[in-house]
């Protein structure tokens, strides 16, 4: 069983994959992105750093998946990462523009047919006002120049982009406004069941107040 969690920046996929590590006793790969020394810069002009920022993290998502994703998978182990390797043409559809995003999408299809694709995923929603609260909270440095325009623009996006069929692969979307998974338990087992019903995994609650877009 392979799930990605996706959704915009600090919605909380790295926190619900590390909690749903134990209840379905999986592996963990959490993307790396503190490494990436263009990042802040990128923050700060993104038009002159976006080239960079993105070709940097296309190569560091590629080898991070591809030397992990299909070894975990032959193990016939369980996986949970907290993105995927297709959302990053997502960021640079936004980001780039002409010959350099022309090149980008190249490489980006190219490195992606070597990837296996998850068997669900999880797109965790939430308002641009949320978001921004939650990125604000954990206050990270990097992420204190961030505009808010920009997160909304990255919002419709991800709307846009998973509002279509996702190559094969099911989307279970959960509206994350109103769920506190850290302090409550319910909101987890709730988020837990949902994945185990769409997976057709036992057991599972049926019926679920969590709310779908």
């Known amino acids: 069983m392979y799930i990605a969690i996706e959704g915009v920046i600090g919605v909380g996929k790295t926190t619900l994959a590390r909690l749903l590590q134990n209840t379905f006793e999986a592996e963990v790969l959490l993307e790396v992105f503190e490494e990436n020394p263009f990042l802040s810069d990128f923050y700060a002009d993104r038009?002159?750093?976006?080239?960079?920022?993105?070709?940097f993290f296309l190569l560091s998502r590629y080898h991070q998946q591809n030397n992990n994703v299909p070894k975990i998978l032959a193990d016939g182990k369980s996986l949970i990462a907290d993105y995927t390797f297709a959302k990053d043409a997502l960021f640079a559809g936004i980001n780039m523009q002409g010959d350099e995003l022309d090149m980008y999408h190249k490489v980006h299809e190219a490195l992606g047919e070597k990837i296996p694709k998850p068997d669900l995923i999880v797109?965790?929603?939430?308002?641009?006002?949320?978001?921004?609260?939650?990125i604000a909270f954990r206050d990270?440095?990097?992420?204190?120049?961030?505009?808010?325009?920009?997160?909304?623009?990255?919002?419709?996006?991800?709307?846009?982009?998973?509002?279509?069929?996702?190559?094969?692969?099911?989307?279970?979307?959960i509206d994350?406004?109103?769920?506190?998974?850290?302090?409550?338990?319910?909101?987890?087992?709730?988020?837990?069941?949902?994945?185990?019903?769409?997976?057709?995994?036992?057991?599972?609650?049926?019926n679920l107040p969590l709310p779908e877009k």
Do not use: C, W
Not at 123 to 134: E, F, G, H, P
């Open 47 to 55: 038009a002159r750093y976006a080239f960079q920022t993105q070709i």
């Open 123 to 134: 797109y965790l929603q939430a308002t641009t006002d949320t978001l921004m609260s939650r």
């Open 140 to 173: 990270r440095p990097y992420e204190r120049q961030m505009e808010r325009a920009y997160i909304d623009e990255l919002n419709h996006a991800y709307e846009n982009f998973f509002s279509k069929p996702f190559d094969h692969v099911p989307v279970l979307k």
């Open 176 to 206: 994350s406004n109103e769920l506190d998974i850290i302090r409550n338990a319910e909101h987890l087992k709730q988020i837990e069941n949902r994945i185990r019903s769409t997976l057709g995994l036992i057991p599972f609650q049926q």
